[in-house]
């Protein structure tokens, strides 16, 4: 990355939002980004269809084609 040239991000992280909750199973207090968490403390974790929004599908990885070949 160059002064000239600098890389943007494609995904926008303006759209991300922060939500705090408390884990279900240890009471920890917890952050994720829209409804997704995961515990650091215990290790549990909700199920991905809890989010707020839908998951970009796995096509819309730029490193996807890397990791498959």
């Given at each position: 990355?160059?002064?000239d040239s600098?890389?943007?991000?494609?995904?926008?992280?303006?759209?991300?939002?922060i939500t705090e909750a408390e884990c279900r199973?240890?009471?920890t207090l917890i952050a994720g980004?829209?409804?997704r968490y995961a515990c650091p403390v215990?290790?549990?974790?909700?199920h991905w269809s809890e989010?707020?929004?839908?998951l970009p599908a796995g096509s819309d990885d730029p490193d996807a084609s890397n990791r498959l070949s």
């Open positions: 990355m160059t002064p600098p890389q943007q991000p494609e995904a926008s992280l303006e759209a991300l939002e199973r240890c009471g980004l829209d409804g215990c290790g549990w974790v909700n989010g707020h929004g839908a």
